[in-house]
Antibody, heavy 118, light 107 residues
């Protein structure tokens, strides 16, 4: 069974940093492009960014609101993808989902809540 | 950025009713339009990919159609377990964007 399990969420002050992790199983992780999607409380879905497989260059793309502050990386030896979030703002408060993706998200984790508040 | 506009925002429905949700893109996206279901307190789940392609394990009462800028998700004979919020998403151009969601409630 394909599974994605996020971790690392929590409460952080504005300007702070947090690193989210997503452990994958049940599929060939090294071939998969992976994305992060977030959902503010009671709101819709917002694409955050993605990382290609190493075979496809391993490069990343980001949404404008997080570009320069967030970094996605992957560790294929541990079937894990990370989201490093710096200079956090209150608007970054959301549930963050890890997804297996190309042009669409074919598998989603359960999400991890990030709260940015003083 | 491509804007996706769904209608309606909210619909009160009865079991066995046929439900239609539309998604309009601000520019042509071909068939790169995907649909998701998010039940209360759950993660989203892929329902339809590339406008009309079915997903393994998704009930056949869910179907999609459209191309270019206008798309439709149809639920034939709604069941109570279909109470959820439905989102469309375009995978044509970065940044990928989602519609605002359509929430279905049982009357």
């Amino acid at each position: 069974e394909m599974q994605l399990v996020e971790s690392g969420g929590g409460l952080v002050k504005p300007g702070g940093s947090l690193r989210l992790s997503c452990a994958a199983s049940g599929f060939t992780f090294s071939s998969a492009w992976m994305s992060w999607v977030r959902q503010a409380p009671g709101k819709g879905l917002e694409w955050v960014g993605r990382i290609r497989s190493k075979g496809d260059g391993g490069t990343t793309d980001y949404a404008a609101p997080v570009k320069g502050r967030f970094t996605i990386s992957r560790d294929d030896s541990k079937n894990t993808v990370h989201l490093q979030m710096n200079s956090l703002k209150t608007d970054d408060t959301a549930v963050y989902y890890c997804t297996g993706s190309g042009g669409y998200s074919w598998n989603w984790g359960q999400g991890t809540l990030v709260t940015v508040s003083s | 950025e491509i804007v996706l506009t769904q209608s309606p925002d909210f619909q009160s429905v009865t079991p066995k009713e046929k439900v239609t949700i539309t998604c309009r893109a601000s520019q042509s996206i071909g068939s790169s339009l995907h649909w998701y279901q998010q039940r209360p307190d759950q993660s989203p789940k892929l329902l339809i990919k590339y406008a009309s392609q079915s997903i393994s394990g998704v009930p056949s009462r869910f179907s999609g159609s459209g191309s270019g800028t206008d798309f439709t998700l149809t639920i034939n004979s709604l069941e109570t377990e279909d109470v959820a919020t439905y989102f469309c998403q375009q995978g044509s151009d970065l940044p990928y964007t989602f519609g605002q969601g359509t929430k279905l409630e049982i009357k």
